[in-house]
């Protein structure tokens, strides 16, 4: 009888809970990415985007290298995905 695949550790970060007055006194986050400014070769500004969305990688797993046996799509969490500049935010860029 086949082995059954080893289980995998859960990767996904823990969702914190935050009472209502903490979230209500938190400072508001912004994109701090450089982006060109238009018409100005060479000049950039702060993004200062305030919108941000999951943002995650598909991966094509060959079924030699699926647990199941069978091809399947793996999806791999790249982080936070500013909508007004399309860059990854790295907020270990806005907590230094």
């Not at 082995?3 to 995998?8: E, N």
């Not at 914190?16 to 701090?32: D, G, H, V």
Request: glycine share 6%; proline share 11%.
């Amino acid at each position: 009888m086949p082995k059954p695949p080893p289980k995998m550790p859960n990767l996904q970060p823990q969702q914190m809970q935050f009472s209502r007055e903490a979230i209500e006194s938190a400072e508001e986050m912004r994109c701090l990415n450089e982006i060109p400014i238009p018409k100005k070769e060479g000049e950039f500004m702060q993004c200062g985007g305030e919108i941000f969305v999951e943002a995650t990688r598909l991966r094509y797993i060959n079924p030699i290298m699926s647990p199941t046996g069978q091809q399947t799509v793996a999806t791999v969490n790249i982080g936070k995905l500013c909508v007004a500049c399309g860059k990854i935010f790295s907020p270990d860029q806005w907590l230094k």
